[in-house]
């Protein structure tokens, strides 16, 4: 069964620091490109950052640009989001995404179940 | 940034019905457009790639076209496991952009 599950997430202050993981299983991860997504609460959904298959690309969106780092460990199978200087706007449940394809970007088709962050 | 721009923003329907969703791109994105589907709580889940290629597992009833700025999701018979939020997305160029949503409630 193709999964991915995110972790990590919970209440933390402004100005300070987290970091995600999401773990993947059922598919083979270094073939395809992986994203964050998140959504804050009662509002749209946001993409965040995605990276390449092999990870020598990595894009973000502007509001996170610079405080944001996403990574991935094609040996372990996981996709990491470090987050710095947080800010209460940054409060969402954050999505972990796999691309459809190796190039990017893409359309995703399997999304994790979500981790909350809470900024406050 | 290509803005994505949903209507309606939600609409009220009946089991049976015809639902059609219409999203728009401020710029030509060829037919690099996605559809979601999420319900209350839940992630969302992934309906429609490249404007009207179905992903495993979509029911048919779940039907996309367009391309260049217009685009739209159909459901052709609305069942009750459809109510939710529709979101459409681009994945022309980064930054991908999604559109605000659209609620599909019951009637």
């Known amino acids: 069964e193709v999964q991915l599950v995110e972790s990590g997430g919970g209440l933390v202050r402004p100005g300070g620091s987290l970091r995600l993981s999401c773990a993947a299983s059922g598919f083979t991860f270094r073939n395809f490109a992986m994203s964050w997504v998140r959504q804050a609460p009662g509002k749209g959904l946001e993409w965040v950052s995605s990276t390449s298959a092999s990870g020598g690309g990595t894009y973000y969106a502007d509001s996170v640009r610079g405080r944001f780092t996403m990574s991935r460990d094609n040996f372990k199978n996981m996709v990491y989001l470090e987050m710095n200087s947080l800010r209460a706007e940054d409060t969402a449940v954050y999505y972990c995404?796999?691309?459809?394809?190796?190039?990017?970007?893409?359309?995703?088709?399997?999304w994790g179940q979500g981790t909350m962050v809470t900024v406050s | 940034d290509i803005q994505m721009t949903q209507s309606p923003s939600s609409l009220s329907a009946s089991v049976g019905d015809r639902v059609t969703i219409t999203c728009r791109a401020s710029q030509d994105i060829s037919r690099w457009l996605a559809w979601y589907q999420q319900k209350p709580e839940k992630a969302p889940k992934s309906l429609i790639y490249?404007?009207?290629s179905l992903q495993s597992g979509v029911p048919s009833r779940f039907s996309g076209s367009g391309s260049g700025t217009a685009f739209t999701l159909t459901i052709s018979s609305l069942q009750p496991e459809d109510f939710a939020t529709y979101y459409c997305?681009?994945?022309?160029?980064?930054?991908?952009?999604f559109g605000q949503g659209t609620k599909v409630e019951v009637k």
């Open positions: 490249a404007a009207s």
């Open positions: 995404a796999k691309d459809v394809g190796d190039t990017t970007p893409d359309a995703f088709d399997i």
């Open positions: 997305q681009q994945y022309n160029t980064y930054p991908r952009t």
